[in-house]
């Protein structure tokens, strides 16, 4: 079936000496995995390599057979292209660590508006707003609205939350845990959004903590997520 899709793209793996295998997450239908055969090698063919850069937002017109096979791409253009995810070092730091956590986050092959929306708003906000280093733990945390376990704030004044059970407790449990100083630190992302980044003051310290944290807490709730190769990047970003 033709399909006419918005897309953003979460990953481009070579394949062979002229294909790519791209992932990309679509409005149409959520996940979709394409083979590009000779894109590598082609000149002057219509896909370009470029267009496939992690998170670039693209509008595609493609083939979905959708029977869990490698689907194809027949025409692709940048759908609003970014003025600097791509061109700020820092930013394109950032830009590489979301897309490696969203590549492992994200497994349903369905349509999620509201998920595509999220990625598609805070990246344009990321793109036309000066850099700020909470921005990559701001997006993770509202990320898990989207995969269904957004920390319940029902006891918010406990002192515990429990990263297993993504909820505030009185006591200490068993299970992996925020409390003391990191918890100060995570319950001022809790509700807020993007504008309000420039309030939230930590230590290099702390936000380290915080993140790798929040990593856990993501191992914990999505099935074989690994942890991603760039942290150790994103980490000397921000150090």
Request: include cysteine; charge should be neutral.
């Amino acid at each position: 079936m033709q399909v006419t899709t918005k897309a953003i793209v979460l990953s481009s793996l070579k394949y062979g000496d002229t294909s790519l295998i791209v992932r990309a997450f679509t409005e149409s239908d959520g996940l979709k995995s394409y083979l590009l055969k000779g894109v590598l090698s082609s000149k002057r063919g219509k896909l370009k390599p470029a267009y496939f850069q992690p998170l670039m937002p693209l509008e595609m017109v493609v083939y979905h057979k959708n029977k869990g096979t490698l689907e194809s791409i027949r025409e692709v253009k940048v759908a609003m292209p970014y003025k600097t995810l791509h061109t700020d070092i820092l930013k394109n730091s950032v830009v590489l660590f979301l897309a490696e956590m969203l590549g492992n986050s994200i497994q349903e092959q369905e349509q999620d508006q509201g998920l595509f929306n999220y990625l598609e708003y805070s990246l344009h906000w990321l793109d036309e707003h000066p850099l700020s280093p909470n921005f990559h733990i701001l997006f993770l945390i509202n990320l898990t609205k989207y995969l269904g376990f957004y920390p319940d704030t029902s006891y918010g004044n406990e002192p515990y939350f429990d990263l297993l059970e993504g909820s505030f407790c009185l006591e200490p449990s068993l299970n992996p845990l925020i409390h003391s100083d990191k918890m100060v630190g995570f319950k001022k992302f809790l509700g807020t959004n993007f504008d309000a980044l420039h309030a939230i003051q930590l230590t290099k310290s702390n936000r380290r903590e915080l993140l790798k944290t929040i990593i856990l807490y993501f191992q914990l709730h999505v099935h074989g997520f690994r942890e991603p190769k760039s942290l150790a990047v994103l980490n000397a970003v921000f150090q």
